[in-house]
């Protein structure tokens, strides 16, 4: 039996796959009520990554430029995880996609090299992004050093104290790193006034990037997002693409698909090749999965909100616990997000897809768990993903069957080790969410327009 699958060069994406040919969903509004024009996008973004974030077209051509970059990591190995099964007594045969194995750590280079990429053919000559874990920030001062492009991050103020071997990474890489919310944007300003000892959060460092690039009136600075966007789900599709030919090449089709899910990202690009099937008529469970202290899909309404705290981004139809939620300080930065992505969410109104969430404790169980069976420390936001396979085989076990799980393992985590040795002590605590965020969230949402419901 394989253990470690690869996949012949020939194999790889030459393709994304976009997601947006096969769904309906509610356009971005601007603050007037109205969809946003690509117009209005234009001091945020480049215009070539507008078009993508727009367009229709099922298959979009993956530039040899990108292929090239890809090509030092990808294709990543699928690992059937042997000894877990063995360990469990499941008959489910369990594989997961090592996303890991790539330069920064994790699937997020898959989307900062294309970024780069056309922010570069844009002309455009630094971009200033958001980081939870660090992970993307990482990822992005890696893809700017490949292309030459100018990095600075605002990193969540409680992983910027975390994790400071991340921050190393991105000036290892060239990127310029500050701990949000800064006094150097209106909005940190405006959230340290409020409140000086807050942990951050996702959506105030978005505010604060946005704001540091559309400022610069130059013109040569862009922003740039690691998940959320559908051009960033697009991009990650070379990873369930990969996955597919590599289970086909051991004669299997998955039962179940498992990824954890902050802003959607690494979730959408193991899933969304699948779910084209299962719109095609393949039966798959496909489950999103994020923490029970953060539960955006579990708990929170569908409904427009921004996408960072301040209010600079247009309004997404997504699933939102409150764009001014400050998510409580979880050991899992990169899934602390108030919102989702939209492509997410709207497959979830769908009913394509089946949210789930668990604990803290459950997710580190998970993972020391994982590290003893099959040797590699996944990262604190893998393993809610790993949490829940861990669950289905033991389901598989009840039922009897021998059902194939297929999950993404995103990133590891050997800069998190602060995390598991709080863990390790006893000292890692569950964290509930405050009971009144969800009507918070309700009365925060309720002065936009409804979505529509696509089923
Ligand atoms: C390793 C890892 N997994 C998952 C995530 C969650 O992001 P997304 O839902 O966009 O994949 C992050 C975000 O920082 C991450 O670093």
Request: aromatic share 8%.
């Amino acid at each position: 039996m394989k253990r470690r699958i690869g996949l012949h060069s020939d194999d790889r994406p030459k393709k994304w796959y976009n997601i947006l040919a096969d769904i309906k969903m509610n356009p971005p509004l601007g603050p007037d009520g109205k969809p946003v024009g690509p117009d209005s996008l234009a001091p945020v973004f480049p215009m070539n990554l507008i078009e993508q974030e727009v367009s229709q077209e099922r298959w979009i051509d993956i530039p040899e430029a990108i292929q090239d970059v890809y090509s030092m990591w990808r294709a990543t190995p699928l690992i059937r995880a042997l000894n877990l099964e063995k360990a469990l007594g499941t008959p489910a045969k369990i594989y997961l996609k090592d996303e890991s194995v790539s330069p920064a750590g994790s699937h997020k280079p898959n989307t900062a090299v294309a970024q780069a990429y056309y922010n570069k053919e844009f002309g455009i000559k630094k971009l200033t992004t958001e980081t939870g874990a660090g992970q993307w920030g990482s990822a992005l001062s890696f893809a700017g050093s490949q292309f030459g492009l100018e990095i600075e991050v605002y990193m969540v103020r409680i992983s910027f104290d975390q994790k400071p071997h991340r921050k190393t990474l991105m000036r290892v890489w060239g990127g310029k790193c500050h701990s949000s919310p800064t006094n150097m944007t209106k909005a940190g300003r405006a959230v340290l006034e409020k409140d000086p000892d807050t942990p951050g959060s996702l959506g105030i460092a978005i505010s604060e990037a946005v704001e540091a690039a559309v400022s610069d009136k130059s013109g040569a600075t862009r922003y740039s997002l690691g998940s959320v966007l559908n051009h960033v789900m697009l991009h990650q599709t070379v990873v369930g693409q990969e996955a597919k030919k590599q289970l086909e090449s051991v004669g299997d089709y998955p039962d179940v698909i498992i990824g954890c899910a902050g802003g959607g990202s690494n979730f959408a690009g193991l899933a969304f090749p699948f779910v084209y099937d299962k719109i095609n008529g393949k039966e798959i469970d496909i489950l999103p999965v994020e923490p029970l202290a953060c539960p955006t899909l579990t708990k929170a309404a569908f409904a427009y909100d921004h996408g960072d705290e301040a209010g600079y981004t247009p309004l997404l139809a997504m699933h939102s616990l409150g764009h001014t939620f400050v998510p409580p300080p979880i050991h899992a930065g990169g899934l602390r997000y108030h919102g989702m992505a939209p492509t997410v969410s709207q497959l979830i109104v769908s009913g394509l897809l089946e949210p789930k969430a668990v604990s803290q404790i459950e997710a580190y169980d998970a993972g020391v768990q994982w590290a003893l069976t099959e040797g590699t420390v996944p990262a604190p936001e893998t393993n809610h993903a790993l949490a829940q396979v861990i669950k289905e085989a033991n389901k598989a076990k009840e039922e009897g069957k021998e059902k194939v799980i297929l999950a993404n393992f995103s990133g590891h985590g050997m800069l998190d080790l602060s995390a598991y040795e709080k863990f390790l002590d006893g000292k890692l605590e569950e964290v509930e969410l405050p009971a009144e965020v969800l009507e918070r969230a309700a009365s925060v949402t309720a002065q936009y327009p409804k979505p529509e419901i696509f089923k």
